[in-house]
């Protein structure tokens, strides 16, 4: 029989809003779904080993490192990921960076997140700008929404680079063929858009590598019209917020509007099965974390108010990303086809 390749997830036990108890439960819920996955959870060890005792798995694939700092969303990042040397993040980046682990993931500052990432762990040579790209849900899937929080000031070539390793990562990680790439706009004619936008169309329209189908507009984004969102980060954050912040008001108006009177109470039990399921699906947070595309290694950005499900979520999805070996086919993408 064959072995099976374990995937080894180094994990900021410490980063995030109810760290370490949400970390420590995604990581116990992620290698007891899957066996490929080992767990390093990097932190305070008394903290993380008084958590584990609460719950019963694999001890064999679930390891502590200990780091005796934290890097709070309060610090500056630069200045924190140089100084802080024996801090959860910067330790479990190093990890990935020595080749000790697949990947990383922390719900902790994302300014050190993405410091940490180029500083540590490094860019794939030929990568100008390693973008942010979190999977969103849509009416026919998920979309990849990319950039969204890593390059407020991106210029063209960056954009162009974001649509190759997108489409990179749809096609084999999410299994989507030939992905469907389009560029953020104010509507779908050629000319129309900011100065990036204008001319960054015709870079994408004549790259023979992507599928690209043009400008879409925010409104057709959540019916699934592309598989790839290029934006730079700042219209790709606003974007997200709104995403998450919609879906979010819309499941509690929906909740609230069935338990309003006696007959929609009755009503909810015979629908509850299949709105359940529907709701799930338009949340966010069952499709994990922003992995950060184009370093070294794989480097996932997670909400600091993420729950155990999001954390667990987010390591389950490395799986894929090693086995298909993306790190490599985005080098390809980037260095060899430019280089033709």
Do not use: W
């Amino acid at each position: 029989m064959e072995q099976q390749t374990m995937v080894r997830v180094a994990v900021d036990a410490m980063g995030g809003d109810n760290a370490p108890a949400v970390m420590i439960e995604g990581a116990v819920l992620a290698v007891c779904e899957d066996s490929r996955v080992h767990v390093v959870l990097v932190g305070k060890e008394e903290s993380i080993r008084e958590e584990l005792e609460k719950y019963t798995y694999d001890k064999e694939r679930i390891t502590v490192m200990p780091a005796a700092e934290i890097i709070t969303n309060d610090e500056a990042p630069v200045m924190a990921v140089r100084h802080k040397k024996e801090s959860s993040l910067v330790k479990a980046m190093t990890l990935v960076k020595n080749n000790e682990a697949d990947a990383f993931i922390s719900a902790g500052s994302t300014g050190a997140v993405l410091v940490g990432a180029q500083l540590i762990v490094g860019r794939l040579p030929g990568v100008e700008r390693p973008p942010l790209a979190p999977l969103i849900p849509t009416d026919t899937g998920v979309a990849l929404l990319i950039d969204c929080g890593a390059n407020v000031d991106a210029r063209a070539s960056h954009l162009v680079q974001f649509a190759k390793m997108g489409s990179v990562y749809m096609e084999n990680v999410i299994g989507v063929k030939n992905p469907r790439v389009a560029i953020v706009n104010i509507g779908t004619e050629e000319e129309k858009g900011n100065a990036l936008v204008k001319e960054t169309f015709p870079l994408l329209k004549n790259c023979n590598e992507i599928n690209f189908i043009g400008s879409i507009e925010a409104r057709e984004i959540p019916a699934g019209a592309a598989d790839v969102i290029v934006c730079e980060a700042f219209v790709g954050n606003v974007i997200l917020k709104l995403y998450e912040g919609l879906a979010t008001t819309l499941i509690a108006k929906v909740k609230r509007g069935m338990m309003s009177t006696f007959r929609s109470k009755i009503g909810a039990l015979l629908v509850k099965p299949a709105l359940k399921k529907t709701l799930k699906a338009m949340d966010t947070a069952e499709y994990g974390g922003a992995p950060m595309l184009g370093l070294n290694g794989l480097v996932v950005k997670t909400h600091g108010s993420s729950k155990g499900i999001e954390i667990k979520n987010s390591i389950l999805q490395c799986i894929a990303f090693k086995e298909q070996n993306i790190s490599e086919k985005i080098r390809t993408s980037i260095v060899v086809n430019e280089n033709k």
